[in-house]
């Protein structure tokens, strides 16, 4: 059973930027997709950015809002995922989370991810 630990999240000014990681434990890391979602209070979770494994080269997505700002990362040697946020916005304030899926490709839909994180918060005043 593959568990997920979040962690990076925190308060920060707008402009700010901020790095969250997501270590991965349990089974293989590197073949398998990976995303980022959000959870802003009373809206639904949605789809922040996703790396996936095809070939011998990730593939990237990101989500309309944070396209250009946010990029996602991957370190397979260290099981981990990254998503660094530049120029944050309040509007980017959410909980995190990060995701896995038991395929290697990726997924912009919440439920073709079979493992979660617990979530981190993330909070950008203005």
């Known amino acids: 059973q593959a568990q997920l630990v979040e962690s990076g999240g925190g308060l920060v000014q707008a402009g700010a930027s901020l790095t969250l990681s997501c270590e991965a434990s349990?089974?293989?890391?590197?073949?398998?997709?990976m995303a980022w979602f959000r959870q802003a209070a009373g809206k639904e979770r949605e789809f922040v950015a996703g790396?996936?494994?095809?070939?011998?080269?990730?593939?990237?997505s990101y989500s309309d809002p944070v396209k250009g700002r946010f990029t996602i990362s991957r370190d397979n040697a260290k099981n981990t995922v990254f998503l660094h946020m530049n120029s944050l916005k309040p509007e980017d304030t959410a909980v995190y989370y990060c995701?896995?899926?038991?395929?290697?490709?990726?997924?912009?839909?919440?439920?073709?991810?079979?493992?979660w994180g617990q979530g981190t918060l993330v909070t950008v005043s203005s």
């Open positions: 349990g089974r293989t890391f590197y073949n398998h997709g």
């Open positions: 995701a896995r899926r038991e395929s290697s490709g990726g997924s912009r839909l919440e439920s073709d991810y079979e493992h």
């Open positions: 790396i996936t494994w095809s070939g011998y080269r990730p593939t990237y």
